[in-house]
């Protein structure tokens, strides 16, 4: 491959690595994304029966603002899957990764193994087990993760929600094993040590995954799955140096502004351009990847680019007999799109320039006017690329910590000492979820010592100890729990001064799943902090009361967890899930404080906090809304204004018509009206 290498081109090439910079691309802030998707990863893992990984561009943060990249969740199945017998094991689900001659390479069929016995099943059909054309059991591919409010996509399910990017869900299966196909790629001569021999080791052992989707040109396409070496993508991906990380966005970016414009989204995807680089970097020396070489990279990646396509051969990284065209450049596309390429090469990076995406063109020509010395960053705002990935963190903690009460934990000595020694300094998700943990128990020993007709002095200063150690947890949560626990032992002035902390510490900054705002986001990325200090400043969970907390929970709450009964039940599983109190952090924090000065009997309090209770629920998009309503009726019948209470209760009602707490509120209401109008005649 022949280049005549412009004499601009290292200049140019360090004033883009500025522009880039400049847009998020900086190694600080990539890193920091990276770390934030492994977190949510370690998150839904922990709160879920599946292990959950993150892939793609979001989870290798080789993504920017305007390319809108998708979240890739992978589900893996618990049952394993093994290429040779002698790996069974008795008792296991297990299923055997088999081919034939007729499977195209890169895919497998999984034929299920006896429980019993170390032999795969033949005739065997079910709702999810087809006869392929030898006669096996193997399984059939379109037995995939069923979600709502998604659209089917391939393999995957798309999720849309206005919280953060379009999400890709697919169910796959996990085999530990390198997989036979690729076993060459682990014994190929390097020429240039790329990558090193540690990697390869450390790639080899994270296995596969077995997706479900089978080749388009297959007669046994709905049997077959895919083989993703996914694990060992994105460790490539997180080992490359920060000019090849720049070089494969560029790609991204210029696919985006030239090429897709052109043939479409489907004829040149991400994974081809990687492929491409990947091999580039595989065959060129380690001292061509430096950044005043980047335009150069960049040219040598659309160079290979521009030979695939003539050749209508891609081959796979890992497994090279499977040729990722096939099925993409038909028609008109391959001519289109060595076109577009020519005119690329030919224009030596002046396209660069052209370049609309994040305003890339304009920061160049900022870059190309001034001195090369004046590209430093100074007062740049933190880069909106890490918006996605501290949302996207965010809601998975707080699905991690619902599902950390629905466990039902109980209370073991071991398990404590466990939580308390836990070395603060460590930043998983196990260190950071046993603060909610300890609130959790702690509310839940205080219940069942309140339960008996002389409590448990010892146990309550037990549970105080675990409630206060749990306050910090985040902002709200924690302290709420604790706040309430006082109240129900009508420690009324020490309830008042736990929420006046919450308060105190309830900035504008704060934001819960309601108030998630980027300026908000953006201005506390920029203090630098640790994902505990991040959570225990500025992030508000909402309230979940397990109904093992009964008794530490105010009783204007208990009815909400025999919200689903009668001609309303749901199966057992959703049953379950609606026994657990489910409240907003910060109308929960103005009920409690209506709750202390009404015992109290401060009344200039009391309505300042009843009108904070109204305002929130009339002007914030809550998310247990009929929560709310039954709490506002609650605080209405204890000011004896029942008419109005009862109003809102049929609001609430009218707005959640089943596993609505709100009926038995109705009935006591009327009841201590009928109760009344008796005492007067």
């Known amino acids: 491959m022949t280049l005549n290498i412009p004499e601009y081109y290292t200049e140019v090439s360090l004033k883009l690595n500025g522009a880039l910079d400049k847009i998020g691309l900086r190694d600080d802030i990539r890193w920091k994304r990276i770390n934030m998707w492994i977190q949510s990863e370690e998150a839904l893992s922990l709160g879920s029966s599946y292990s959950v990984h993150y892939f793609g561009s979001q989870a290798e943060a080789t993504t920017t603002p305007d390319l809108q990249s998708d ?74 993760l069923k979600l709502e409010n998604c659209e089917r996509n391939g393999s995957a399910y798309t999720h849309y929600s206005p919280a953060y990017q379009p999400l890709d869900a697919v169910m796959a299966v996990k085999l530990y094993a390198w997989p036979d196909q690729a076993s060459h790629w682990l014994t190929m001569n390097r020429r240039h040590n790329w990558p090193s021999q540690e990697t390869i ?45 720049k070089c494969y966005i560029l790609l991204k970016v210029i696919n985006k502004s030239f090429i897709k414009p052109v043939v479409g989204d489907d004829a040149l995807n991400s994974y081809h351009l990687k492929t491409c680089m990947f091999y580039i970097i595989e065959n060129t020396p380690a001292f061509i990847w430096q950044l005043d070489n980047l335009l150069l990279c960049v040219d040598m990646c659309l160079r290979l680019l521009y030979i695939r396509i003539e ?45 609309s995406c994040d305003n890339i063109e304009e920061k160049l020509e900022r870059a190309c006017a001034t001195p090369l010395t004046g590209l430093e960053l100074q007062g740049e705002n933190v880069p909106q690329v890490l918006l996605t990935s501290a949302t996207n963190l965010i809601y998975d903690l707080e699905y991690a910590v619902y599902n950390t009460v629905r466990k039902d934990w109980n ?10 020694f836990y070395p603060e300094p460590r930043q998983d998700m196990s260190s950071i979820l046993c603060k909610f943990v300890c609130s959790f128990i702690g509310s839940k020993l205080a219940s069942e010592s309140l339960s008996k007709d002389i409590p448990n002095k010892h146990a309550l200063d037990i549970a105080n100890e675990l409630l206060l150690w749990g306050s910090s947890s985040d902002v709200t949560s ?39 705002h980027q300026h908000r986001i953006q201005s506390i990325l920029s203090e630098n902090l640790s994902t505990t200090q991040l959570i225990n400043q500025y992030v508000a969970f909402p309230v979940y009361y397990h109904p093992s907390e009964i008794n530490c929970t105010h009783k204007a709450l208990i009815p909400e967890m025999f919200r689903s009964t009668g001609s309303d039940q749901v199966n057992s599983d959703e049953n379950y899930l609606l026994k657990l109190v489910n409240v907003d ?10 709750q202390c000065h009404h015992y109290q009997n401060k009344r200039s309090h009391k309505k300042a906090a009843l009108d904070n209770v109204i305002y929130i629920i009339l002007h914030e998009n809550l998310r247990f809304k009929d929560s709310a309503l039954n709490l506002l009726a609650y605080c209405l019948k204890q000011e004896g204004s029942l008419v109005n209470s009862y109003t809102i209760l049929c609001k609430s009602m009218k707005l959640t018509k ?14 201590v009206a009928f109760n009344l109008q008796h005492g007067r005649k």
């Open 658 to 671: 089943q596993h609505n707490a709100a009926k038995w509120q109705i009935a006591t209401t009327i009841n």
């Open 478 to 516: 924690g302290k709420l729990k604790l706040a309430a626990f006082y109240l129900v032992q009508e420690s009324f002035n020490i309830s008042e001064d736990v929420l006046n902390e919450i308060h105190e510490n309830y900035s504008y900054k704060v934001f819960d799943q309601n108030r998630i």
């Open 311 to 355: 050749s209508k051969i891609c081959p796979n990284y890992f497994i090279p007999e499977e040729n990722m065209f096939q099925c993409k450049t038909y028609g008109h596309v391959p001519g289109q799109l060595l076109s577009v390429l020519s005119n690329l090469l030919k224009h030596e990076g002046r396209y660069l320039l052209r370049i």
């Open 201 to 245: 080791v450390l790639i080899k052992q994270t296995g596969a995954l077995l997706v479900p989707v089978g080749h388009k040109l297959s007669q046994e396409q709905h049997l077959e799955w895919r083989v993703s070496i996914s694990y060992g993508e994105k460790l490539l991906m997180w080992l490359l140096n920060s000019t090849q990380y």
């Open 411 to 420: 209370f073991e000595p071991r398990l404590l000492n466990r939580l308390f």
């Open 585 to 594: 952090p910060r109308l929960y924090l103005y009920f409690l404080e209506f």
């Open 71 to 144: 979240i890739d969740q992978v589900y893996c199945l618990s049952f394993t899957a093994i290429q040779d017998l002698e790996n069974w094991m008795p008792h296991n689900i297990s299923v055997l990764v088999v081919s034939d001659e007729s499977t195209p390479s890169g895919y497998i069929k999984l034929q299920p193994i006896h429980l019993d016995l170390s032999v795969p099943m033949y005739g065997v059909t079910n709702s999810i087990v087809n006869i392929d054309r030898y006669g096996r059991s193997v399984i059939n591919n379109d037995h995939n």
